[in-house]
């Protein structure tokens, strides 16, 4: 996993030469507001394997038994640190629900950068069980058919084909959500920076690449930030990368991040289960403490709910919820995540508002779970493995499945057309918005 800056190099001569905005496809200007709910870590297989019509890992699927880290296929899968799981389950994916009902949390997964990389096995995604902590956990999947969030998906459009952003985990792919880059902290201490050996692979690992690249958890200099972390090298200088946040306020274009738990975290008395990297927004300089872009565009979630109900909803919004909201492993549960983001749509679907609006539902990422679909070829930095994506709208094809390959700059390309702003870096500018899960011309 030996990798170079020429990408990172590459995409500052892009911006520098300021891409031009791609023309708008017609119809797509009758979309007045994009919702997009972010979601955590769950891979496509993990909620939508049994899913009519989509490329789950059926029997007549090809994909490959996992395998130790020396290349021999395991005879059963390593356990699972959890008693409610049998010691002994095979090599192939098995149902979660028969051991742990969804209302129930399972064990965390490791979901990190290289990790990430070493469990996809050069798109052979083998070793997903020999690069995790949670054992044979990672085959693991849902029968979805009785939640919310599935119902919508067979009314609607599910796309089968929608990769995580980035490898790894939250922080970076929060990062891809929002401005399609990876930050830098050249500075950061040795003792949060990865250890690579001289053929790149993995010896110690980190917050930090060895060249300077933030791809793991750290939290921003910025508040909120947990009180324990009392030493400042160890949280992420302001960064000043553009976002399409700042794409959409310099022309003039209302938008917002909601997240749940935020008006009590800036207070200094965040929820157990507030996640500080899970607030994109919050490492950026523009949106730094005090500033009153922080104050128009970063929110509670409670004001996602009063625009809505007030017909003040913007043009784009982002919403994320509280940590035990949105089904992460560990801490959360599939049942409270699915109950809130139906809530929101099932809010958004009885305004004035839903007449012109797309809600888009996806992941951050994979959270360590297994997937079947080898990534499409990418960059340095992802794509990373498969997650689900559901397009809700009067303007989304009805009871659709769309097998196009996209992945989570999908999204900045779709505001970007929508709204005739300029990419952001390589990545957006050649990303496929997700016009195939649309029916513009014909509503």
């Not at 919050?282 to 509670?300: I, P």
């Not at 809505?308 to 549960?333: D, T």
């Amino acid at each position: 996993m030996k990798y170079s800056s020429i990408l990172f190099a590459a995409a500052l001569v892009f911006l520098a030469a300021g891409a031009a905005a791609a023309k708008v496809p017609a119809g797509l200007d009758r979309i007045e507001h994009i919702v997009v709910i972010y979601l955590e870590n769950r891979s496509f297989d993990n909620l939508y394997a049994l899913f009519p019509g989509a490329d789950g890992p059926s029997a007549r699927t090809r994909w490959a038994p996992q395998q130790d880290r020396t290349g021999k296929v395991y005879d059963l899968l390593p356990p699972v640190p959890d008693q409610r799981f049998p010691a002994a389950l095979i090599n192939a994916p098995f149902l979660i629900d028969q051991y742990v009902p969804q209302d129930a949390k399972t064990p965390d997964l490791v979901h990190r950068f290289y990790q990430n990389q070493l469990q996809i096995n050069g798109g052979r995604n083998d070793r997903f069980a020999a690069w995790s902590d949670a054992g044979g956990l990672v085959m693991g999947f849902y029968d979805g058919r009785t939640t919310k969030l599935w119902a919508y998906a067979k009314k609607y459009t599910l796309a089968d084909h929608f990769f995580q952003g980035a490898f790894g985990g939250s922080f970076l792919n929060h990062f891809w959500l929002v401005c399609a880059c990876t930050p830098k902290y050249d500075d950061a201490p040795e003792a949060i920076r990865a250890k690579l050996d001289d053929q790149g692979q993995l010896i110690s690992d980190g917050a930090i690449t060895p060249d300077g690249f933030a791809v793991n958890t750290i939290q921003s200099r910025f508040q909120p930030h947990a009180a324990s972390v009392t030493d400042e090298a160890r949280l992420l200088p302001p960064v000043d990368l553009p976002t399409i946040g700042d794409s959409l306020s310099d022309k003039g274009i209302s938008w917002a991040w909601y997240s749940g738990g935020w008006d009590d975290a800036l207070a200094g008395k965040p929820a157990p289960s507030f996640q500080f990297h899970h607030q994109p927004f919050a490492y950026f300089s523009r949106y730094g403490d005090g500033s009153d872009e922080r104050r128009l565009h970063l929110k509670d979630e409670a004001e996602l709910y009063a625009a809505i109900a007030a017909n003040r909803l913007p043009a784009v919004s982002f919403y994320k919820p509280l940590g035990i909201e949105n089904q992460h492993p560990g801490y959360a549960n599939i049942t409270n995540g699915d109950n809130r983001a139906a809530d929101l749509i099932d809010k958004i679907m009885q305004s004035r508002s839903w007449k012109s609006t797309l809600v888009i539902v996806t992941y951050d990422e994979n959270g360590g779970f297994w997937d079947h679909v080898p990534p499409p070829k990418g960059d340095r930095w992802g794509p990373g493995t498969r997650v689900p994506a559901l397009f809700i709208s009067p303007f989304a094809r009805k009871g659709y499945v769309d097998h196009t390959p996209y992945d989570t700059t999908s999204i900045l390309k779709l505001i970007e057309l929508r709204f005739k702003l300029k990419p952001l870096g390589s990545r957006d500018a050649r990303a496929k918005a997700p016009l195939g899960a649309l029916m513009l011309e014909s509503k």
